[in-house]
């Protein structure tokens, strides 16, 4: 990897709060208080799905274009102009628009967060990260993702829980929207506020900045990133373990459906879940950099295939709910893990500095396609199948994507292990 200066802490601190605050509406907020937007937007689970699936569509498009923009334009400038765009559909967010805007919005977030953002976000953790510190660099990266976003959980929880005038049970459909509206737009200036920082201290010196900036990307030049073996590997890690990902926001909802919680107690689990994260991100960053990134990321996929098979089989009923949180932990390791390693082989499988935002680009093209068809499939089978069935199925799902994942990590291993 070519060598630039050292970055400072604060850079990869400030990736941290740009990474997870621009998810916050279009994401976190759904996963958190799942229960809480079906109800407020008056959706089921299959719409919900449908906005995921627009917003993945508008998604890939950009994935496509906005890698080699990351290549030639400096992070600092995409990042917060990303924030900010991003927040401004939060104010729209707040007015609970019919379906068909909604989807409209899920698309314009697709556009924001990821045309502008995505590619940018990555290739800057790498530059962080230099010759020795990648799984560190995106370990953190992804851990602090996941603090930030438990952070802004909690924070939505309480806001909710305070201007929630009745008991939680009883509470009208009038006096949760009432609530939910203020945990958006706290959201949404909190976006504002990073968008800010990061416009005014996420600065590098012209030598490195010009170091990692191409002028112009030509055809050769894409050519050379897709003849490379990572590249096409790491489509397939990829779209498995983001299934993995996109599964867990459905927690939540199990322990409403199954767990039979209220939807305090059930945002409380998707909350929990966003804490798990940072401790998985953090220890397994360390542990991948004193050994082998490739080996710990094959790993996490077994862990994850073994969570999944807790809750397929069944065997978690209301009653169990040691099992229920020990399954919780299980799953949250492996998927964490995965997202947390799968960009840190990147420099392990030979993709040049100067092209990570084009190469970013191609492999999240095909990597990233969870966010089209993941939403619809588990939405369907939950409203088909009612109850604990429809959540088996879910994680029979998340099973079989946990073992081609595994595979094509196994490989991966085996391919660059010298």
């Known amino acids: 990897m070519e060598q630039l200066q050292k970055a400072p802490w604060y850079y990869l601190v400030l990736l941290i709060l740009a990474g997870e605050s621009v998810f916050i509406l279009p994401?976190?907020?759904?996963?958190?208080?799942?229960?809480?937007?079906?109800?407020v937007f008056t959706l089921d689970n299959t719409q919900l799905g449908l906005c995921f699936s627009v917003y993945g569509v508008v998604a890939l498009v950009s994935y496509l274009f906005g890698g080699p923009l990351a290549d030639k334009l400096p992070p600092r400038k995409l990042i917060a102009t990303a924030l900010w765009m991003t927040a401004l559909g939060g104010v729209v967010y707040a007015t609970f628009p019919s379906y068909f805007v909604l989807k409209v919005l899920y698309g314009y977030w697709g556009f924001t967060t990821i045309f502008l953002f995505w590619a940018a976000m990555i290739k800057a953790t790498r530059v962080w990260g230099g010759t020795s510190s990648q799984g560190k660099a995106f370990g953190f990266l992804d851990g602090g993702r996941g603090l930030v976003g438990a952070l802004f959980g909690t924070m939505g929880v309480l806001v909710f829980s305070v201007f929630i005038t009745s008991e939680i049970a009883e509470a009208t459909l009038t006096e949760s929207r009432a609530a939910f509206r203020y945990v958006i737009l706290v959201s949404t200036g909190i976006v504002v506020a990073v968008g800010f920082l990061v416009w005014f201290f996420l600065r590098m010196d012209k030598t490195s900045e010009s170091a990692i900036i191409l002028d112009k990307?030509?055809?050769s030049q894409i050519k050379e990133v897709i003849k490379l073996p990572a590249v096409?590997?790491?489509?397939?890690?990829?779209?498995?373990?983001?299934?993995?990902?996109?599964i867990t926001d459905i927690l939540s909802l199990y322990a409403q459906d199954v767990m039979l919680y209220d939807q305090v107690q059930s945002a409380q689990i998707g909350t929990l879940l966003l804490f798990v994260r940072p401790i998985v991100g953090v220890v397994i960053g360390i542990l991948a950099d004193r050994s082998q990134t490739t080996y710990w990321l094959m790993v996490s996929f077994v862990i994850s295939f073994i969570g999944a098979l807790l809750f397929a089989t069944g065997i978690i009923l209301s009653s169990s709910t040691f099992l229920f949180f020990m399954s919780?932990?299980?799953?949250?390791?492996?998927?964490?893990?995965?997202?947390?390693?799968?960009?840190s082989v990147m420099q392990r499988g030979r993709i040049p500095l100067v092209l990570t935002g084009t190469a970013v680009?191609?492999?999240?093209?095909?990597?990233?396609?969870?966010?089209?068809?993941?939403?619809?499939?588990?939405?369907?089978l939950l409203d088909a199948y009612p109850g604990a069935t429809g959540h088996q199925y879910v994680f029979w799902m998340l099973a079989v994507f946990s073992l081609v994942g595994g595979i094509a990590a196994w490989y991966y291993f085996k391919l660059y292990k010298k």
């Open 361 to 380: 680009g191609l492999i999240s093209l095909v990597g990233y396609t969870p966010d089209i068809f993941a939403g619809p499939a588990m939405g369907y």
């Open 232 to 246: 096409s590997l790491l489509m397939v890690i990829i779209l498995c373990a983001y299934v993995g990902y996109k």
């Open 27 to 39: 994401f976190v907020l759904p996963r958190v208080f799942r229960p809480t937007v079906l109800d």
């Open 217 to 219: 990307i030509t055809v």
């Open 328 to 343: 919780i932990m299980v799953v949250a390791t492996g998927v964490y893990a995965a997202r947390s390693l799968y960009f």
